[in-house]
């Protein structure tokens, strides 16, 4: 059984930096891809960053040069570094990890971005 667990959010003005972090625990042997989603409020859940077991990174265009997306597989956590962060950016954070093909998904953690 594996636990994915997401970790601090919160409340954050406009131009502000967070960083997420998103641990899993268990029956772990070796995590492939580690992504963070979002979800607005009204809105469907968006692919933010994602990284690869071998260290490759993807982001949305929308966080691009403002969000860094790192893992200490030591640890089995991904992290979310977000910076210069916007109202636009608030939302609900969601990790999945991907174990020998099954994916695990946390419950999510709370960003707002006050204007």
């Known amino acids: 059984q594996v636990q994915v667990v997401e970790s601090g959010g919160g409340l954050v003005q406009a131009g502000g930096s967070l960083r997420l972090s998103c641990a899993a625990s268990?029956?772990?042997?070796?995590?492939?891809?580690m992504v963070w989603y979002r979800q607005a409020p009204g809105k469907q859940r968006e692919l933010v960053a994602a990284?690869?077991?071998?260290?490759?990174?993807n982001y949305a265009d929308a966080v691009k040069g403002r969000f860094t997306i790192s893992r200490d597989n030591a640890k089995n956590t991904v992290y979310l570094h977000m910076n210069s962060l916007k109202p636009e950016d608030t939302a609900d954070y969601y990790c999945?990890?991907?174990?020998?093909?099954?994916?695990?998904w946390g419950r999510g953690t709370q960003v707002t971005v006050s204007s």
């Open positions: 999945r990890i991907t174990v020998r093909g099954y994916d695990y």
């Open positions: 268990g029956s772990i042997f070796n995590i492939n891809a």
């Open positions: 990284v690869t077991s071998g260290g490759s990174t």
